[in-house]
């Protein structure tokens, strides 16, 4: 189920709301300018569906993001819980960190969380198939997949040789409820 719960960046163990519905959601968010829809995800995605079959699947959707944000290039991350990388894949993203550009993505399937750092609050944002969020560019934030990753989400570029993140060096990722765990 997707939910958004919203902290106080210096207090992981009060909750000050936890959302499930979507609408709700779209709208708490949108008061921060961070973008979310639910789209329809039912295209059927056979286990060994390729990258250009998955992006063919939802071609019509993705060319109305890029349209909207100027995005240029799309690709598709599909993790499996018994990957053999999953332990440093999780790794990479799982610190404070940011982009120069937007964070898209859409969730075609599986589940996984950002974590937000917007003023004085975090919001955690548990992304589940067919949710779209769309993370500001300078935005501080972290993505945890869990320690058995499932999910497969089509991402949005401006440019993916830009797309580098950016660690700030806060420990606060460490101290906030983990995904999956
Ligand atoms: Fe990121």
Not at 19 to 29: G, M, N, Y
Not at 154 to 163: C, K, N, S, T
Request: net charge negative; with cysteine; aromatic share 10%.
């Amino acid at each position: 189920m997707s939910r958004l719960t919203l902290y106080p960046d210096t207090a992981p163990e009060q909750i000050i709301v936890s959302i499930t519905d979507p609408s709700e959601i779209a709208a708490e968010l949108a008061r921060v300018g961070v973008d979310f829809e639910r789209w329809q995800a039912d295209a059927p995605l056979p286990v060994d569906a390729d990258q250009a079959t998955i992006l063919a699947a939802y071609a019509s959707d993705i060319a109305r993001l890029q349209a909207e944000g100027g995005y240029i290039t799309s690709d598709v991350v599909r993790l499996k819980p018994d990957h053999p990388e999953r332990a440093s894949l999780r790794q990479k993203f799982l610190d404070e960190h940011t982009h120069s550009e937007d964070e898209v993505r859409f969730f075609v399937e599986g589940s996984g969380a950002f974590y937000l750092h917007l003023q004085d609050r975090v919001y955690q944002v548990t992304c589940e198939r067919g949710d779209l969020l769309r993370v500001p560019a300078h935005t501080r934030h972290w993505f945890d997949m869990g320690p058995a990753p499932y999910f497969t989400a089509i991402r949005l570029f401006i440019d993916p040789a830009g797309w580098v993140g950016h660690f700030t060096g806060e420990k606060i990722a460490s101290e906030f409820p983990r995904h999956g765990e």
